[in-house]
């Protein structure tokens, strides 16, 4: 009866390698163009990399179903059949769900379900317009498909036909508490990974130099879970770096109190009217004129950009700006209140804390500006909208601000809209002002207009790239119109991207080229002797904030964490982060660190600095963080 009993926790470890490797088939055949250059047996090593996490998932999940299974020693009752198999179904569906929204979402993201999207969902209306109609159809088909392969095998493997049970209590009871026991102790030892002095980690499945065959490799669910400590930020200071709190404080204070004045004004007056064009997701890497990696036979030779490329000789652009995060929400905050992303915080979401923060529309205000912000799209993702109220905008417009009756995609109006309302709220204000618009058709899924020049890319994020043709296209017509208007000649423009893309030629979230972004400041109030200049020192969206006050002649005192770029002392360097991680750029090189598995993704830095930079990235970090920790 024990050896039955044995061989049907032997089972239940089967049947949870046999549903985690069918999930993978699923995710392969979905998102296979994703695997480009993934050799068979590269692929295939991921079914065998892939066990050691597989069976510590496996561990945590055969606990309850294991404890009905001892009750059979104890009682013949067909409850205990049922309840186990209502369990063991049960455990299925959560892994299911977790797992559909995965193999959808990897198309977009580029990188494994996180906890993240408990924030998501709280906007589930938001989660279902940001998909497609096909994404949320193949959601259903893949739910569906996995839970009826999990029952399947559930039935085939348990059919209970043989009763099992002592007849008499006082064998049962200690025969079953003993075999319990034994179980028990192997699936904590599983889960751990064993008696190392460090448990296992997401990087026990990590095999490949290919991202994508690392996250098919890695067990979704586990995944899911240890993301979910860092959500909640309960574990969150066990993996920040480690590192003497007084040096921290040195260092960080050497970076940032390099000499402030300079003589480098690029403004023709220090009160132009200001316009932020916060672009969704162009990264730097999509852009003509900016790309550090696109070749002609990538791109086709096709410039993507023409007229963000024309202005862009017109203006003062940054050839080597990074956005502080992957997400809109902390983009935004990052850019307007100076404030450096940190791993797996959205200080948006937390208005006790961003509300201690200043915004730049409170110092214009102060100067006698109104403050106007515009998205086409819902302003409650990331509680955006809560930000700008919170930081008092005078008015903060969104989607159900525009006429119900004007097309429009499925998550927000078109950007040549957008603009046209844009311009016609610019006419109506009284100057100065600083208005302020997000774009939103770069955004999938992907149902803009076609641009005038037709479908002009194909292959890898062929749909984002013709998005981005067209929300140039926009772009260009929005320029000419406001070329037109008499408050041109005193306005300035800021165009910034919130966050970066995947690009034809890159594609890993986790790496620091994936964050390269725009940041062009353009128009007619910029000195004639600035015009055309490229600026390559090295910055990060948080650093726009102390850089125009300065050109205004502010004082950037309550940005602590903003960077002057127009100041030939400042310091090059950018902190990023990155999925569970964070990421550092100097212009002597750049490393991606994965708190989770406490691997670093890439570092090129030299030896001979290494050790420095690292050391700088540490302390920046640490008192950042301290920094959020006390508003």
Not at 28 to 42: D, L, M, P, R
Not at 80 to 100: C, D, K, M, T, W
Not at 520 to 529: H, M, R
Not at 594 to 613: G, T
């Amino acid at each position: 009866m024990v050896k039955k009993l044995f061989v049907q926790y032997f089972k239940l470890f089967l049947f949870w390698i046999l549903v985690f490797d069918f999930q993978r088939i699923v995710f392969s055949i979905h998102n296979w163009n994703k695997f480009e250059g993934v050799s068979f047996g590269e692929w295939l090593g991921a079914f065998f990399y892939s066990i050691k996490l597989d069976l510590g998932t496996a561990g945590a999940l055969v606990i309850l179903p294991a404890l009905l299974l001892t009750f059979r020693l104890i009682s013949d009752s067909k409850w205990i059949n049922r309840f186990f198999y209502g369990i063991l179904f049960f455990e299925a569906l959560f892994v299911a769900l977790i797992h559909s929204g995965e193999v959808n979402a990897y198309g977009e993201w580029n990188h494994k379900l996180t906890s993240r999207v408990f924030m998501h969902l709280g906007n589930p209306d938001e989660v279902f317009r940001t998909a497609d109609y096909s994404m949320t159809i193949w959601y259903f088909v893949f739910l569906f498909l996995e839970l009826v392969f999990a029952w399947k095998l559930m039935r085939f493997l348990f059919k209970f036909q043989d009763q099992i049970s002592f007849k008499k209590w006082f064998i049962a009871l200690p025969v079953s508490l003993m075999s319990f026991s034994i179980l028990g102790s192997s699936a904590f030892l599983l889960l751990r990974g064993g008696l190392q002095p460090i448990p296992m980690n997401i990087n026990a499945a990590t095999y490949s130099n290919n991202p994508v065959s690392n996250d098919l490799s890695i067990n979704s669910l586990y995944f899911f879970g240890k993301s979910y400590l860092l959500y909640n930020r309960s574990e969150i200071d066990e993996y920040m770096p480690k590192i003497n709190p007084k040096l921290a404080k040195k260092i960080t204070d050497d970076l940032m109190g390099y000499p402030k004045n300079h003589d480098n004004y690029f403004l023709k007056t220090n009160r132009p009217n200001v316009v932020f064009i916060v672009l969704e997701g162009w990264s730097g890497e999509a852009i003509s004129c900016l790309s550090k990696t696109n070749t002609d036979e990538v791109s086709h030779g096709v410039n993507s950009t023409p007229n963000f490329d024309k202005i862009a000789n017109e203006g003062i652009l940054f050839t080597n700006i990074f956005a502080t995060s992957g997400t809109s929400e902390i983009g935004n905050s990052s850019i307007f209140s100076g404030f450096p992303g940190i791993p797996e915080v959205s200080i948006t979401m937390q208005p006790e804390k961003h509300r201690k923060l200043r915004s730049l529309n409170q110092d214009l205000e102060a100067w006698g500006y109104n403050t106007n912000y515009m998205f086409s799209g819902d302003l409650k993702y990331g509680n955006i909208g809560g930000y700008f109220m919170d930081h008092g905008f005078d008015v903060v417009k969104d989607e159900s601000d525009f006429p119900s009756d004007l097309p429009r995609g499925k998550l927000n109006f078109y950007d040549e809209d957008l603009y046209k309302f844009l311009v016609e709220a610019m006419n109506k204000s009284k100057q100065p002002f600083m208005h302020c618009a997000f774009t939103g058709s770069t955004h999938s899924p992907y149902d803009q207009p076609k641009a005038k020049r037709g479908q002009v890319f194909s292959g890898v994020e062929s749909d984002f790239m013709n998005a981005l043709v067209y929300s140039d296209e926009a772009m260009g017509k929005f320029i000419q119109n406001c070329r037109k208007q008499p408050w041109f000649e005193n306005t300035l423009f800021v165009f910034v991207a919130d966050h970066g893309h995947p690009t034809p030629t890159v594609t890993n979230p986790s790496s620091s080229i994936y964050n390269h972004i725009p940041l062009l400041f353009w128009g007619n109030a910029i000195k004639e002797e600035y015009r055309g200049k490229k600026m390559n020192v090295l910055g990060s969206q948080a650093d726009i904030a102390a850089t125009l006050l300065y050109q205004m002649g502010g004082n950037s005192d309550q940005y602590p964490w903003s960077k002057d770029l127009m100041n030939p002392n400042v310091p090059e360097f950018a902190l990023h982060t990155i999925t569970r991680g964070y990421g550092w750029i100097t212009p002597k090189g750049n490393m991606t660190y994965e708190m989770q598995s406490a691997v670093f993704v890439e570092d090129n830095f030299p030896k001979n600095v290494r050790f420095k930079e690292h050391q700088n990235c540490f302390a920046f970090l640490t008192e950042v963080y301290g920094y959020y920790k006390s508003l």
